[in-house]
């Protein structure tokens, strides 16, 4: 079966940083397109940001210059680098699978982790 683990989530000060990572667990013949997205207590959930198979990325505005994504689409683990993070970034975050190929048992039976959770604090 095919899940979502993500890991690397905890509490940092304003300015620190932190490496969050989504294993997918199940066959190595599946490969997925993978997104990071958050949601702040109160708040409802945002993309935060995602890369296909070609290495395109795409970062929503408020975290462009401090977050990187990547994937190892070898291992189907995706990554976000969070440097110099601040108050607001502050929420759970989530790996999301955005499309997968493969045969018909690569499909999720959920497409979202269970999340980590970021907490920025001075």
């Known amino acids: 079966q095919v899940r979502l683990v993500e890991s690397g989530g905890g509490s940092v000060h304003p300015g620190g940083s932190l490496r969050l990572s989504c294993a997918v667990s199940?066959?190595?013949?599946?490969?997925?397109?993978m997104a990071w997205y958050r949601q702040a207590p109160g708040k409802e959930r945002e993309f935060v940001s995602k890369?296909?198979?070609?290495?395109?990325?795409t970062v929503t505005d408020s975290v462009k210059g401090r977050f990187t994504v990547s994937q190892d689409f070898t291992m189907n683990t995706l990554y976000l680098q969070m440097n110099s993070l601040k108050l607001e970034d502050t929420a759970m975050y989530y790996c999301?699978?955005?499309?997968?190929?493969?045969?018909?048992?690569?499909?999720?039976?959920?497409?979202w982790g269970r999340g980590t959770q970021v907490t920025v604090s001075s």
């Open positions: 999301k699978i955005e499309a997968t190929f493969g045969p018909e048992r690569c499909q999720p039976v959920n497409s």
């Open positions: 199940g066959w190595t013949e599946c490969k997925y397109n």
């Open positions: 890369v296909d198979r070609y290495g395109t990325t």
